[in-house]
């Protein structure tokens, strides 16, 4: 399989895959591309924020139609590109495919610090650590449910990436680092 100058990057809520991807696509000087952002807009133009759009998205299957198919466009259409998304490994084996992995109550912590007044006014934001990580789970579990059933994968699979980093024990710098060694030795493999 032909690889492609593409980095996927997936992972939990929470984990760094946002900011990540931002600071990875600097770096190359790529593109960069969000799911999650396409999925909140989707889901706000039909007055829900993230976690009802993902109850919404269980019985309603055009809303993760819809991000797939941009998904895939940019995959058929892209080259020189950073995507921060659940399921662009699926779309875009041809990829290199990064899990960002994170304890639930950790992300709770790290997203209830950095939360900006955007996010904050498009989701429903419990107010301690605890509850949040209990909500986050719950959109996990959402997440995981959909993907099973409309492809038949787990988006949190790690066997499903090149690479696994632990966001929890490397500090943003050293991600990003991480990261573009392991992308341009796989790019020479």
Do not use: C
Not at 25 to 44: H, N, Q
Request: net charge negative.
């Amino acid at each position: 399989m032909r690889k492609k100058h593409i980095i996927t990057i997936g992972g939990k809520p929470g984990s760094g895959k946002s900011t990540t991807s931002k600071r990875i696509a600097v770096a190359l000087g790529y593109d960069r591309f969000s799911s999650g952002d396409l999925f909140r807009t989707i889901a706000k133009e039909r007055g829900a924020d993230i976690y009802q759009g993902n109850i919404l998205a269980e019985e309603d299957h055009s809303i993760d139609e819809a991000v797939d198919t941009k998904l895939r466009e940019i995959g058929e259409q892209e080259d020189r590109v950073v995507i921060d998304s659940r399921m662009a490994w699926y779309w875009m084996p041809y990829s290199f495919k990064v899990y960002l992995d994170l304890d639930l109550k950790i992300a709770a912590q790290r997203i209830l610090s950095g939360m900006d007044a955007e996010r904050i006014e498009v989701e429903h934001v419990p107010d301690t650590p605890e509850a949040y990580a209990k909500q986050l789970q719950l959109r996990l579990d959402s997440e995981s449910k959909r993907y099973l059933s409309l492809y038949d994968q787990n988006p949190y699979d790690t066997s499903n990436y090149d690479l696994i980093v632990d966001t929890a024990i490397h500090d943003l710098g050293a991600v990003q680092s991480i990261i573009l060694e392991k992308y341009r030795t796989w790019l020479l493999e």
